[in-house]
C-alpha cells in the first residue's frame, strides 16, 4: 500500500495556465485536442520531449490512427511544433515544442484585455460627457464634444483628471471650457497624473489665491469671490 502511494507521488505534477482551461475553445480546440495537448505537456515534463502516437494514445480514448492525424492537424494549425535538437554527441533528435500554443494564448489573452480596457474606456467617457452635461445643465455643443476628445486623445488626460478640473472649475467659479483648458495644462505642466495629486495642487492653488485676496482686502482694493486659474 505505501510503495502504490510513493509511486502516485512520484508520478508528479503538472501546471497548466488556467487560462487553456478557460479559453481553449476560444481557440478552437475541442476536448479530445486538448487532452492530447494536456498529455504532450506531462511527457515533456517527465523528459520525454518526443512522445510517439503509441505512447499517447495508451493513455487516451483514441486510437493510434486518430492520435497521429490530430498531431498532424495540431502542427499544421500552428498549436504545437517538432524541432530538431543535437546532442552534445553531435546526434540529431526531435523533439515536441508547445511554444506556438502559448504564444496563441498570449494574443487572445491581450485582445481579451484590450477589448475590456477598450469598453472600460468608452463607459468612462460617456460618465465624463454626462457629468459635464449635468454641470453645464445642458447638452454640449459640438465644439465642446471635440474638446473633451481632444483632451482625452490628443493630450491623453485620464478622464478622472479631466473630472477633478470641471470639479475645480466649478469651485473656481469658471464653468466654462477655456479655464478647465487652463487647469490642465497647468496640471499636465506640473505633472498632475492622479486625483490625489490634483487635489493637493488644487488646495495648494487655492490656499496662496485666499492669501491674495485678504491681502488686496487688509489694502482696501476689492476682493474677488473666486479662484482664477487663468492668472497662473
Known sequence: MKSNILAWLEEGNITIPSILLSEYRNLNLNETELVLLLNILTFIEKGNEFPTPEELSARMTVSILECNEMLRRL??????????????????????????????????????????????????????????????????????????????????????????????????????????????????????????????HGRKFRQKQTQKVITKDENHQPTVPFYNWLEQ
Open 75 to 200: 502542427i499544421q494549425r500552428g498549436f504545437i511544433e517538432i524541432i530538431d535538437q543535437y546532442s552534445n554527441d553531435g546526434i540529431r533528435f526531435e523533439k515536441y515544442t508547445v511554444k506556438p500554443l502559448w504564444e496563441k494564448l498570449i494574443d487572445l489573452f491581450m485582445i481579451n484585455n484590450n477589448a475590456a480596457k477598450a469598453m472600460d474606456k468608452k463607459t468612462d467617457e460617456t460618465d465624463l460627457y454626462t457629468c459635464f452635461e449635468n454641470e453645464f445643465g445642458r447638452p454640449l455643443s459640438p465644439f465642446e464634444c471635440e474638446s473633451l476628445g481632444m483632451w482625452m486623445d490628443d493630450d491623453h488626460h485620464d478622464p478622472m483628471i479631466i473630472k477633478a478640473a470641471l470639479r475645480e472649475s466649478v469651485m473656481s467659479g469658471k464653468l466654462n471650457f477655456r479655464y478647465i483648458d487652463r487647469i490642465l495644462f497647468e496640471w499636465k505642466k506640473n505633472g498632475i497624473k492622479t486625483i490625489e495629486q490634483a487635489k493637493n
